[in-house]
């Protein structure tokens, strides 16, 4: 006769399904923002002097994709990860995170031209800003279903406000309505790529998360810069400055940071806190580029007022005493309760 299962029967929990506390979530996560203002900048630069402004685009996500096989090819713990998400049997929608990264570099690529900077990343923050706000209520991600409480859409809002001050005084484009909102649309497909890629890390490994993002990923980015004409007709002029091909080292570094995020504090303030990091390296770009424009005030205000809006749209979340994060997504995160010996109950 066999006894039923018990707790002490159930398989142990990943690494994916333990959160960093608050604090040093928000930290690693902006210092990835800072490498994604320089992944941007790499990436823009390769397209312009290669001819092509998707084949950034290409050598960015094929440089992950080589990075992440390799690691799956010398960690033993990689592959045991992607054996443990074949068994998780996880809804075939949930492996579609990477489409959200690859689709906001295309629409990066030709709505920057036209809108300019700074009406592109304001329509893109505020499209992740409000799917980090419907994702984290829906409970998407591993940390569980976050209320939308007024300090949270307060954080949104404040986050918005401060991009816009950013990018006072740069130059503004045509006002194509279409083009603004695709790209808000870029933000929203941001916001389901972290939450989604969180969902994969936690129910396997962090590495079976980065290889799902950029399996999914690459190929969409391919197909597009084949329809393009960019894998076609005559050959690209490939420069010969190796730090514009490090956009790929710089993606996994901001794939890894943001599968560490998303567990500790949600998507959306995930989200602001990258935002802060990107206007921070952006600041240290144009004060440290020969040519650049020096130390603008408006930028650095928006860093901080973002990285404000990230800390104001924590208020009132619950404490995570366990240290692990609410499985199956969907539960509801709420305050400890008296007695509760640090648990999130819900």
């Avoid at 952006?282 to 404000?308: H, K, M, S």
Wanted: glycine share 16%; charged share 10%; hydrophobic share 55%.
């Amino acid at each position: 006769m066999t006894r039923p299962p018990t707790a002490a029967d159930a398989p142990a929990p990943s690494p994916a399904s333990r959160a960093l506390p608050p604090w040093a979530a928000l930290t690693l996560v902006a210092l990835a923002g800072v490498a994604s203002a320089a992944q941007g900048a790499v990436n823009a630069e390769l397209g312009v002097r290669a001819g092509n402004p998707t084949l950034g685009a290409v050598v960015n996500n094929l440089g992950g994709a080589l990075l992440v096989g390799l690691g799956v090819l010398a960690l033993p713990s990689a592959r045991t990860g992607l054996v443990a998400l074949r068994r998780a049997r996880l809804p075939w929608w949930a492996y579609l995170g990477g489409l959200g990264g690859a689709g906001i570099v295309l629409a990066g690529a030709y709505i920057v031209p036209v809108l300019g900077v700074a009406i592109f990343t304001i329509a893109q923050v505020a499209g992740g800003s409000l799917g980090g706000l419907a994702v984290d209520r829906a409970g998407l991600a591993p940390v569980g279903r976050l209320a939308l409480t007024w300090p949270r859409v307060a954080g949104a809002l404040l986050g918005v406000a401060a991009v816009t001050l950013a990018q006072l005084g740069q130059p503004v484009g045509d006002l194509a309505l279409g083009l603004v909102l695709l790209a808000v649309a870029g933000g929203l497909g941001v916001a389901l790529q972290s939450a989604l890629n969180a969902r994969v890390s936690a129910a396997s490994s962090a590495a079976a998360g980065m290889v799902v993002n950029f399996a999914t990923a690459t190929p969409v980015v391919l197909l597009v810069a084949a329809l393009a004409g960019a894998l076609t007709g005559p050959g690209p002029t490939w420069p010969g400055d190796w730090y514009l091909y490090t956009g790929g080292l710089l993606g996994v570094v901001i794939v890894a940071a943001l599968l560490v995020g998303v567990p500790a504090v949600g998507v959306l303030r995930t989200g602001l806190a990258l935002v802060a990091g990107q206007l921070g390296g952006a600041l240290l770009l144009d004060a440290l580029l020969p040519g650049g424009p020096g130390l603008r005030l408006p930028v650095l205000a928006g860093a901080l007022l973002t990285l404000l809006a990230a800390l104001v749209a924590g208020r009132g979340t619950a404490r995570r005493g366990s240290g692990k994060v609410v499985w199956p997504p969907g539960r509801v995160a709420t305050r400890e309760r008296p007695g509760s010996g640090g648990k999130l109950v819900g």
